[in-house]
């Protein structure tokens, strides 16, 4: 009995970080992606060194990863009025397998020694066009998983952290991989993870979701998407700040492999070790957010993580070590899915359920699809700068938006009460706590 009691708080503590597993159709997705996504961060890391390998060009890295994410920019607000419109189960069995064909034909090049850089931009463009309908999908679809709306953010900061979790295992094996096999294998691997995902969406047993009707053209119903989402302070608050950093923080990554070989003066395995660090970090970051009970606070979340991640950035274009380098890329991870995941959950958690598609599309705009366009400028300013400054540059912008932000929360928490007293955002909403309380700490009845 006392040996139980001893072990009850642990128990309890792992049942609130875990419970969105509750559901079944949730722990499907979740060990489907998980496996999935491993071979998917083997496919990033094979990638950026092919590419660096075969032009040793920080500028051709920053253009395979614009074309890799300009689909996302252009197509996404589009496809987020269609997974408001269609299955959203049905568009992810679609762009997964259309995804798995995408790697096993990338691992063939690679395994043939046929592979171009000119291939590797229009495959990085097909893979592109898959993801501008399935990001918001499965943004959207995570919500229909559970059973509990107030398990929503606990299961955006799982689906975080299994992604992560990915990042970290995955680069590791990459490195090993590559060293011994070539980056063809990686590509090959990642086709055959797509199946685990595949089988899991097979599996569930989802209620019929009657169709949305539709309500004019589409562009109309676009138009009204933007309409509802940047009349929103909050949403669009959000949408401002992770959009800037997407653009000017985020594409450090595409810089990793000029860190790991002309800095550090390293090879594949160092690559893989500075990606596994930003992961052990982001897996720490989404396992502090699944264990937040609720979303009171996240607001003023996103703004201390913000800075840190800024801070961090600034700190790595400045190191030249490799404990230093690895220490600050788990820093730079760990801020980096907090203030993604918070705001993301900030959203999801305001957004109205026949809008959730289209706001979510214009989140993924904000994050994956400015990245394109960071990756053009970083290496652009590598090349001309260096990238220790352009990193630094980096961070200083990310800091001077992160200010901007922190500047706003007094006049969210305002805009944010009405909404949140109307839909009941938090449970203690029905207590008489204001649900402002979102962007800050809680106030008195």
């Not at 207590?431 to 309380?437: D, T």
């Amino acid at each position: 009995m006392r040996r139980a009691a001893r072990q009850s708080p642990i128990h309890t503590s792992l049942s609130v970080m875990l419970r969105a597993l509750r559901a079944r159709n949730y722990r499907l997705f979740f060990i489907g992606q998980g496996i999935s996504l491993i071979g998917t961060w083997m496919t990033r890391v094979a990638m950026s060194w092919l590419v660096y390998r075969l032009t040793n060009s920080a500028l051709l890295l920053g253009v395979v990863g614009f074309a890799s994410q300009i689909p996302t920019f252009l197509l996404t607000p589009l496809t987020g009025v269609l997974a408001d419109r269609w299955n959203r189960h049905r568009i992810l069995l679609v762009t997964q397998g259309l995804a798995m064909v995408h790697a096993l034909v990338l691992a063939w090049l690679a395994l043939s020694g046929r592979v171009t850089v000119p291939q590797l931009i229009a495959l990085s463009v097909v893979q592109g066009i898959v993801n501008a309908f399935d990001i918001p999908a499965r943004q959207a679809f995570v919500v229909e998983l559970v059973s509990r709306k107030d398990d929503v953010g606990n299961a955006i900061a799982l689906n975080s952290s299994i992604f992560n979790a990915a990042r970290l295992i995955g680069p590791s094996i990459a490195g090993v991989v590559i060293a011994a096999l070539g980056e063809g294998s990686c590509f090959f691997i990642d086709g055959v993870s797509y199946l685990a995902v595949l089988a899991a969406l097979l599996a569930m047993r989802l209620p019929s979701r009657t169709s949305r009707r539709h309500n004019g053209p589409v562009l109309r119903e676009l138009r009204d998407g933007l309409r509802y989402a940047f009349g929103s302070p909050p949403i669009r608050a959000i949408l401002l700040f992770v959009g800037w950093v997407s653009l000017l923080g985020l594409p450090y990554t595409v810089l990793l492999p000029v860190v790991a070989k002309d800095i550090l003066h390293g090879g594949a395995h160092t690559l893989g070790f500075l990606m596994a660090a930003s992961g052990v970090g982001a897996v720490g970051g989404a396992m502090y957010l699944a264990s937040r009970k609720n979303v009171l606070g996240l607001g003023r979340v996103i703004a201390v993580s913000g800075a840190v991640f800024s801070c961090a950035l600034i700190l790595f274009g400045w190191s030249r070590t490799h404990m230093s380098d690895l220490l600050l890329m788990t820093v730079i991870g760990f801020a980096s899915i907090v203030q993604l995941a918070s705001g993301n959950t900030v959203l999801q958690t305001m957004v109205e359920d026949d809008k959730r598609g289209r706001v979510m599309s214009l989140y993924a705009t904000a994050v994956i699809g400015m990245a394109p366009f960071g990756s053009l400028l970083a290496g652009s300013l590598a090349s001309r700068l260096g990238v220790p400054q352009t990193l630094m540059l980096g961070g200083m912008a990310c800091l001077i938006a992160t200010g901007l932000f922190a500047r706003k929360i007094p006049a969210l928490r305002a805009a944010v009460r009405p909404v949140a007293t109307v839909r009941g955002i938090a449970p203690e909403v029905a207590q008489g706590i204001q649900a402002a309380a979102i962007f800050g700490t809680q106030v008195e009845e």
